[in-house]
């Protein structure tokens, strides 16, 4: 049953409006926090090499500071940011799609856990 709820048109789209709700706020409150991610929904541009990639866990920590912070974007659909991969810094614009975050975190404490 917990499976057709999570899959749901309706409460995914929910959660999309949660999600991205609790971020707008974390951007007035805090100067700093986090996301995991489905790495499969996320969008690099440029690409990154395919080395950096492949080192990606399947759910991935993004950490929001100093110029990342800065760089947020929300759309409708997403949160973008810039930030530097690698021992070289390679810039890209990430592109991650709300319902794909799957935590929200502050002070390395979980705030929200995404079930969809």
Same mark, same amino acid.
């Given at each position: 049953m917990?499976?057709s709820?999570?899959?749901n ?7 999309v ?11 007035e409150?805090v100067?700093?926090?986090s ?12 690409i990154?090499?395919?080395? %950096? ?5 399947k ?12 760089? %947020? ?44």
């Open positions: 917990i499976t709820v999570v899959q048109k309706q409460y995914q789209e929910q959660q409006v949660q999600i991205k709700d609790q971020l707008m706020l974390l951007m409150l100067d700093s926090f996301i995991t991610a489905n790495i499969d929904a996320i969008t690099f541009d440029p990154l090499p395919k080395d %950096i990639y492949d080192n990606f866990a759910f991935t920590l993004f950490s929001f500071a100093n110029y990342t912070f800065e760089s %947020i974007i929300l759309t409708e659909e997403y949160i973008s940011f810039e930030t530097g991969f690698g021992v070289d810094n390679i810039g890209s614009v990430v592109s991650v799609p709300y319902i794909s975050i799957f935590q929200i975190i502050v002070d390395e404490s979980i705030l929200f856990i995404n079930p969809a």
